[in-house]
């Protein structure tokens, strides 16, 4: 047993009063780059990022399995020169960008945390919680 993202990407309106605004479509570059936004779960502003995938839009945590730094070497790039994965400029651990699922690196068989995304004309949202709350986009 891993610890594999689902990689979902969600239809329009599937999260009803759940949603959080996030930002517009075309604010998300094309790989290598991604967008950077702050999402407060619990009170703790937490960065994270966005990125297109062959699978759709997908979220995450902008924190690595394995020492919790932020992932981007420059500021918005995300991904590996060949386009295929997204990697962490501290020590070069790989991901799956549709799942964050690592698969070579020191934190390999762990995941970044990926949050739930959808899609509503050219606006992008979040699932949210009680606790979580978009306050900044960056
Ligand atoms: S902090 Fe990401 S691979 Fe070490």
Known sequence: MNERGTGTCYPP????????????????PDPPDGHRFIITIATIPTNAFIVRT??????????????????????????SHDLDHIICSTHGAIFEPDTGFCVAGPCIGKSLKQLDVSVVGNKVFIRSSATTKITTRI
Not at 67 to 78: R, V
């Open 13 to 28: 309106n599937s999260f009803g009063s759940t949603a959080q605004y996030c930002c517009k479509l075309t604010d998300i």
């Open 54 to 79: 062959e699978n759709g839009l997908c979220a995450f945590i902008n924190r690595c399995a394995h020492h919790q730094l932020e992932l981007d070497w420059i500021e918005g790039k995300f991904f």
